[in-house]
């Protein structure tokens, strides 16, 4: 099965500092989310965007649907220690079974 | 409070047992799914039921059976046939095949 392609794979960042990851595809979706997994916990979800070109935001976290379908970012401003933990995005396609395809994760890790 | 519990936490068992982790939601959710998760990768689809009585192989089914007698449970055994089962497993569930997925918190599986 597909997987998503996203980056970067791990981050080291100081409290205080803006964070921007990315995912991005081969194919289209109609719909892209974004989940953050602490250690030993499922994926919670952070931030669901419907319509090419959205930007959603959840707090100190914006996300936004790329105008090709195929790719999506996920920036957190003024990062703080509880930020720590692995992101995912995920694509559905909609017009299918409601599988998501997953990323591969970016692992955070924020030092005081 | 609604959610997803999945149990147990912990599994332990020998090589060629095999063994059947527990999902039980009570969020009144059509669709649920089993997803395995190893180090450093996304979580892949192992099987889905979007309503009772119905399921689908996901990306990687081999090895792997469920079943869907109740709406409310899923649970996924992890037959001898599966050449590395050792892993951590995440069941979902979504009130509609366009909604986003909420997880468990897990149960990580280990086989020696």
């Known amino acids: 099965g597909q997987q998503l392609n996203q980056s970067p794979q791990s981050m080291f960042i100081q409290e205080g500092e803006d964070v921007s990851m990315n995912c991005t595809s081969s194919?289209?979706?109609?719909?892209w989310l974004w989940y953050k997994q602490d250690p030993g916990e499922g994926p919670v979800l952070l931030i669901a965007?419907?319509?090419?070109?959205e930007l959603t935001s959840n707090g100190r976290l914006t996300a936004q649907f790329g105008i090709t379908r195929k790719d999506s970012f996920l920036n957190i401003s003024a990062s703080i220690p509880s930020d720590v933990g692995i992101y995912f995005c995920?694509?559905?396609?909609?017009?299918?079974?409601?599988?998501?395809?997953f990323g591969t994760g970016t692992r955070l890790q924020v030092t005081l | 409070d609604g959610g997803i519990t999945q149990s147990p936490k912990y599994l332990f068992r020998k090589e060629g047992q095999n063994v059947t982790l527990s999902c039980e939601q009570n969020?009144?959710?059509?669709?649920m799914y089993w997803y395995r998760q190893d180090p450093g990768q996304g979580l892949r689809l192992i099987y889905y039921?979007?309503?009772?009585?119905?399921?689908q192989k996901g990306d990687i089914a081999e090895g792997y059976s469920v079943s869907r007698e109740k709406k409310e449970s899923f649970p996924l055994t992890v037959t001898s046939a599966q050449k590395n089962p050792t892993a951590f497993y995440l069941c979902?569930?979504?009130?509609?095949?366009?909604?986003?997925?909420?997880f468990g918190n897990g149960t990580r599986l280990t086989v020696t």
């Open positions: 995920a694509g559905q396609f909609t017009g299918t079974a409601s599988k998501l395809t």
């Open positions: 965007l419907y319509k090419a070109g």
């Open positions: 979902a569930s979504a009130g509609t095949r366009s909604s986003p997925l909420h």
């Open positions: 194919s289209i979706f109609n719909t």
């Open positions: 969020l009144n959710h059509d669709a």
């Open positions: 039921s979007q309503i009772v009585n119905d399921f």
